[in-house]
């Protein structure tokens, strides 16, 4: 079976509403990683299915809202202070059923009163210190994570520069002027060309932000032929691109998200090896 | 719809699951806005009873910020996602036991007006899937219908049905594969 076959077997359809086996699910799933036009068959019924759906919609009740959203700020907290809040029901419980019911008389009453006053008022101060306990933690853990992620990005930076200084690296300056019909004859783009692993980086100096829909795509020119080097997205810093064997040129030209097989927007920067 | 005044914010896909990944309240809203009328719409077209589909759209919200990590991309997007989530927690509950106990309740005649105490069902035969469905033939549509609204597996619609194995599946690969057709 060809895959236009396959697309048009009903599978399509099938996986997205749910209705596949397990089996059929696999092997789809392999089909779609395997073949771009099974997945962009399958993107295409998804888009369509969710344009019908959105156009008809019923609207739930308006207190529907704010009970989903209160119950997630519940979830929220929950995960926060799980531990804890497990092991304070549990001990609830184990107090349960053990009490025994006594009749009180007189000033034993007013004990008691006054000892449910203080439970209560007990309770709350605690309930209070565990908040306050639980977003210092929360916060703390925050710290911790924000200086980790501090500590890796400095490495990759400091590893990104020794790469790019390493004199095997040939840098190629991709300019605006240098094409004609240039939509922003300012932009500036560099290519670091590794020519050892042939590893391609790519530095956006100055480029207009594309629009949601668009991305840009750098081509190798290899013999007057573009070949795809991948797309990439802007403030980035140094993205790596795909590995280009042998190449005259590069240019960056901009396409429909996800890129073009063959460059159908326009040029942008062009650079020369 | 990003007119107001700048206060409405549109996320794309992509940034709507980083979002949420990363348990935006925000973001979450921003879902409920946008999905929960597609979603409500499915689970009473499943379940055809309000209460138990306000019950479950609450479930289903629940289970996308539950399982928001588990969501892959790479399968499909986003709605699709959250389709099958609200898909298959109505066919559970269509299939409880609370369901089946509350369609005996609704047998009894007590609501003979056809104007039930304050649970009026929105006409939900002729939105989404349903409206597509209806440009199927009679044959085809009972099976789907079977199939994604009540939840059958092949051979028990064959059962159900009274006709073989073999014609169910031709029958529903058809029928989607003309759903493709009338989408398109």
Redesign the interface.
């Known amino acids: 079976m060809n895959t236009q076959e396959y697309i048009s077997s009903g599978i399509v359809e099938s996986y997205v509403l749910g209705l596949a086996t397990d089996q059929e699910r696999a092997e789809f799933e392999r089909m779609c990683a395997a073949h771009s036009d099974v997945r962009a068959a399958r993107d295409a019924f998804e888009i369509s299915l969710e344009r019908e759906s959105l156009a008809n919609t019923v609207a739930p009740p308006n207190h529907l809202r704010s009970k989903i959203l209160s119950e997630i700020e519940i979830e929220k907290e929950k995960n926060r202070g799980n531990i804890l809040a497990n092991q304070g029901i549990k001990d609830d419980q184990e107090g349960v059923g053990k009490a025994p019911v006594v009749k009180l008389r007189g000033g034993g009453r007013y004990l008691a009163a006054a000892s449910i006053i203080l439970l209560v008022a007990s309770t709350a101060l605690n309930f209070y210190f565990f908040n306050q306990y639980k977003s210092v933690t929360a916060k703390y853990e925050d710290e911790v994570a924000k200086s980790a992620a501090y500590a890796q990005n400095e490495r990759d930076y400091l590893n990104t520069i020794q790469r790019l200084s390493d004199p095997a690296m040939a840098i190629i300056k991709m300019a605006g002027d240098s094409v004609p019909s240039s939509p922003a004859p300012s932009s500036i783009a560099t290519i670091y060309w590794d020519t050892r692993t042939k590893d391609v980086f790519l530095l956006v100096n100055k480029m207009p932000e594309p629009s949601a829909d668009m991305q840009y795509q750098l081509w190798a020119i290899v013999d007057g032929v573009p070949v795809d080097a991948g797309v990439f997205d802007m403030a980035k810093g140094i993205v790596t691109m795909k590995n280009i064997p042998r190449a005259q040129a590069f240019a960056i030209t901009l396409e429909k998200r996800g890129g073009s097989p063959t460059p159908k927007g326009q040029m942008y920067v062009l650079g020369k090896v | 719809m990003d007119k107001h005044l700048g206060t409405t914010i549109t996320y794309?896909e992509q940034e709507l699951v980083s979002l949420l990944k990363n348990?935006d309240?925000r973001a979450?809203?921003y879902l409920?806005?946008?999905?929960?009328?597609?979603l409500?719409?499915?689970i009473?077209q499943i379940l055809d009873n309000?209460e138990l589909?306000?019950d479950v759209?609450?479930e289903v919200?629940?289970n996308i910020?539950?399982k928001i990590e588990s969501y892959d991309p790479?399968?499909?997007?986003l709605?699709?996602w959250m389709?099958?989530i609200a898909?298959?927690a109505s066919i559970d509950t269509l299939r409880s036991r609370s369901f089946q106990n509350s369609q005996k309740n609704q047998s009894f005649p007590e609501n003979v007006d056809g104007l039930s105490a304050g649970t009026s069902i929105?006409n939900?035969d002729h939105?989404?899937?349903k409206?597509?469905l209806e440009k199927l033939k009679s044959e085809q549509r009972v099976l789907i219908d079977l199939?994604?609204f009540k939840g059958y597996t092949h051979e028990e619609i064959a059962d159900i049905e009274g006709i073989p194995l073999g014609t169910v599946k031709t029958r529903?690969?058809?029928?989607?594969?003309q759903?493709?057709n009338i989408?398109?």
């Not at chain 2, 409920?32 to 597609?38: F, I, K, T």
């Not at chain 2, 790479?74 to 997007?77: M, P, Q």
């Not at chain 2, 529903?172 to 594969?177: E, S, V, Y």
């Open positions: 794309n348990r309240n979450f809203a409920y806005d946008n999905y929960s009328g597609a409500y719409g499915i009473l309000m589909s306000n759209l609450q919200f629940i910020w539950r790479s399968k499909g997007r709605y699709t389709l099958n898909r298959n929105p939900i939105i989404g899937l409206k597509m199939a994604y529903i690969r058809t029928a989607l594969q759903l493709r989408l398109k």
